[in-house]
T-cell receptor, first 116, second 114 residues
């Protein structure tokens, strides 16, 4: 079975540009998570969805960040406008069923974003 | 509040040595889950183990073993006879029952020197 799929794997953009990161969770999983990883701050949870509904977006750093999950098999994380401090690796993860705490999260390979 | 502390930022060992990675957690919940993940140089996060708060039995999987002690709120990870392929960043994480998100520690970077 395919794991969590993220695209692109690498993105280099210039400050001020819009960036869209994409994620396809594992089929049948109903919860999806977006994380950001930097050397300074480690792994940070940005937002998560249960059944396509955003549950907690308190980790989204500011209004420049937005996330959507239009259906069970696709989510996007958008940064508009991007800034150099947004440079990080962005991970998407999914679990079979939210609301239990039991399941391990299955992570995608990550998108390495560089904002010049 | 939930918190996971991995006090060891970096560890270096020579191949075939044993190494223990420490993890201390804080939670007010009586039911919770603890996890270990591995992040090799390639960057992906790989699940290693889950332990629930009611199961304090130690677990062994090949060269890996985990020691869970509720009395000290610790969930330590030992690699026996380390190998170069064990070089990675290892994360300990905590989740609450009924919740979704994981609280990650800051990770321990393990370097195994040939």
């Amino acid at each position: 079975d395919a794991g969590v799929i993220q695209s692109p794997r690498h993105e280099v953009t210039e400050m001020g540009q819009e960036v869209t990161l994409r994620c396809k969770p594992i089929s049948g999983h109903n919860s999806l998570f977006w994380y950001r990883q930097t050397m300074m701050r480690g792994l940070e949870l940005l937002i998560y969805f249960n059944n396509n509904v955003p549950i907690d977006d308190s980790g989204m750093p500011e209004d420049r960040f937005s996330a959507k999950m239009p259906n069970a098999s696709f989510s996007t994380l958008k940064i508009q406008p991007s800034e150099p401090r947004d440079s990080a690796v962005y991970f998407c993860a999914s679990i079979p069923r939210g609301g239990t705490g039991f399941y391990e999260q299955f992570f995608g390979p990550g998108t390495r974003l560089t904002v010049l | 509040a939930q918190k996971v502390t991995q006090a060891q930022t970096e560890i270096s060992v020579v191949e075939k040595e044993d190494v223990t990675l420490d993890c201390v957690y804080e939670t007010r919940d009586t039911t919770y889950y603890l996890f270990w993940y591995k992040q090799p140089p390639s960057g992906e996060l790989v699940f290693l183990i889950r332990r629930n708060s009611f199961d304090e039995q130690n677990e062994i999987s090949g060269r890996y073993s985990w020691n869970f002690q509720k009395s000290t709120s610790s969930f330590n990870f030992t690699i026996t006879a380390s190998q170069v392929v064990d070089s990675a960043v290892y994360f300990c994480a905590l989740s609450q029952t009924g919740a979704n998100n994981l609280f990650f520690g800051t990770g321990t970077r393990l370097t195994v020197i040939p």
